[in-house]
């Protein structure tokens, strides 16, 4: 009889221990939107907002799923920036995150540096930093700091991306950047 009852003792303890491993990946109840960061504006744009630098101007759009703003300064030779980036989609947030994730890896130019669990907008998602190669004519090398999103069958992408000699002097600026994202639910 202590035999079975120690079995069912090691099956509830490892049961609960595999819970507690495992994060729930889905909306986090009671989220807090952070508040607007000190010198920041808020952006919006077809399903989605972003708190950004009042300083940053709004740069040339290349088409209707791209929306990109930079800092007018540059460091480098090269301008800090943030874009937004939509597509079809229509998993969670989490899910969409890994894929691009994924999609970063298999890129030659790109070398994922950091990947780590977060939650922005209330979503769990992924906040990625990569080191990609210059393109030419341009000879600097930069980093990207992004996260993905998904609602109502949208994926969106925010990306901020600095010279990798200046990106520390951006970090807490992209930081800011990720953190506001929001999307529409």
Request: charged share 20%; aromatic share 8%; hydrophobic share 40%.
């Amino acid at each position: 009889m202590a035999r079975p009852a120690a079995w069912a003792m090691a099956a509830i303890a490892l049961a609960g221990a595999n819970g507690c491993k495992r994060p729930s990946r889905g909306r986090v109840a009671g989220f807090t939107p952070p508040p607007l960061a000190a010198g920041f504006v808020e952006q919006n744009g077809a399903g989605w907002r972003i708190a950004v630098p009042s300083t940053w101007t709004e740069t040339a759009q290349k088409d209707a799923g791209v929306w990109s703003l930079a800092d007018p300064q540059t460091v480098d030779d090269f301008r800090a920036n943030v874009n937004v980036v939509t597509e079809h989609y229509t998993e969670d947030s989490f899910t969409y995150a890994r894929a691009n994730e994924e999609a970063l890896r298999h890129d030659p130019r790109a070398s994922v540096e950091t990947v780590r669990e977060d939650v922005v907008d209330g979503d769990a998602t992924l906040v990625m930093e990569t080191r990609w190669a210059p393109v030419p004519p341009s000879a600097v090398a930069y980093l990207t700091a992004q996260t993905a999103l998904a609602s109502r069958g949208t994926g969106y992408v925010v990306t901020c991306s600095a010279s990798a000699g200046g990106f520390e002097r951006y970090r807490s600026t992209c930081e800011a950047i990720l953190r506001s994202f929001a999307v529409e639910r």
